[in-house]
């Protein structure tokens, strides 16, 4: 009883939400390409259900901070110019909701976000991650790198790279936390500081190439090993089209996985179709359109766990198991492990990465 009459309040609440948004007739979004994360198939998928909404796109290519921007400059402004939602990395979620640019609302699916990505109140919330993983040049590399330890063997001198310089790139800064998570280090300080350790041993060995890792860089055989978030590592395999042959490899340890979160303006022009698209956004058909894009949408396990996952997609993308270790790093810890690595680099590793 007690369930079915959820189900006929969900089922109620959407009707009613559906039938707002489509009063509304418009949504403003901002910042998402149409090769990232699959954003193009996603919002063409959101038109064909709801086709009375139309998709008012502000700057693609903006970054997070330029979205926190736009909600500020138009607060008083109801007109298509104000972003109705936000798509951010995970530091400015708190970051939006702290100075009250955000409204809360949680999505049906809302139990199967995991805690540790979302703010208690539904200000923000996880949407997709990737995990910091390993791209091989298999033409080059006989014996593929399964773990971070494994890149210190002999076989691999001069062909360690990462996928951007850690002194600067995001990315490359939570490669080096990654690698110091993989020797017990506690996320935060410990592992940045362990990490740069790594990497000073990686670089004494002769294995760390301080290039820059693209995949250009990888066919060439400059860089034939690289250290980047597997969303980009798969989009690179799918680039160089078997010419050369890579591999893509979620290490046995130090899983680490990076976060972007969702969010509603507090001065959303169309609040109700900013709810209406989170509801897509979180539905499974949502959550697949990103998986196609290559990045892990929030519900990945338990969606994996359910069966919801098409065979083709999971064969697309290294093992579902792979990811059930993936650890989320804090914000503070975060935070911690760029103060150790950005300070530390030159003294404790002197590889000018370029």
């Known amino acids: 009883m007690i369930v079915s009459a959820g189900a006929a309040f969900a089922e109620g609440h959407m009707a009613e939400l559906e039938a707002a948004a ?9 910042a998402l390409p149409h090769d990232w994360c699959g954003y193009g198939e996603v919002i063409a998928g959101f038109k064909a259900k709801y086709p009375e909404i139309s998709v008012n796109e502000l700057n693609p290519d903006a970054g997070s901070a330029d979205e926190i921007e736009a909600v500020k400059a138009n607060k008083d ?34 139990d199967e976000i995991p805690d540790g990505i979302k703010d208690a109140d539904g200000h923000w919330y996880g949407d997709y991650y990737g995990v910091m993983s390993f791209i091989v040049n298999k033409d080059m590399v ?7 330890a494994d890149l210190l063997k002999p076989e691999y001198a001069g062909m360690v790279a990462l996928a951007g310089d850690p002194r600067a790139s995001n990315q490359a800064i939570l490669g080096v936390l990654a690698a110091g998570m993989s020797t017990g280090a506690a ?14 041993a990686l670089n004494d060995a002769g294995n760390f190439v301080p290039v ?24 690179a395999r799918d680039t160089l089209a078997g010419n050369p042959p890579v591999e893509v490899v979620v290490p046995k340890s130090g899983v680490l996985a990076g976060v972007y979160v969702q969010a509603i303006s507090a001065y959303a022009p169309q609040p109700n179709a900013a709810k209406l698209w989170m509801e897509y956004l979180y539905s499974d058909e ?7 894009g ?15 996952i098409p065979a ?19 914000l503070e810890e975060v935070d911690a492990n760029k103060a150790a690595v950005t300070a530390g680099w030159d003294a404790v590793v002197g590889a000018n990465v370029e």
């Open 22 to 30: 489509k009063a509304e007739g418009m949504l403003s979004t901002i």
């Open 294 to 308: 290559y990045c892990h949408p929030a519900r990945f396990n338990a969606m994996a766990a359910a069966g919801k």
């Open 142 to 148: 006989d014996n593929v790198p399964q773990d971070w």
């Open 187 to 200: 996320p935060g300080e410990a592992a940045g500081k362990a990490g740069l350790e790594f990497f000073k």
């Open 77 to 110: 402004n109801k007109g298509p110019q104000a972003p109705d939602v936000l798509d951010v990395g995970l530091a400015f979620g708190p970051q939006a909701k702290a100075e009250g640019l955000t409204q809360p609302y949680k999505v049906a699916t809302w």
């Open 286 to 292: 949502g959550q697949l359109g990103w998986l196609k």
């Open 212 to 235: 820059i890792g693209k995949a250009g860089t990888l066919a060439q055989g400059t860089t034939p090993i690289m250290i980047m978030w597997d969303y980009n590592a798969l989009a």
């Open 312 to 330: 083709d997609l999971l064969e697309a993308l290294p093992p579902a198991e792979s990811y059930e270790a993936a650890y989320f790093p804090t």
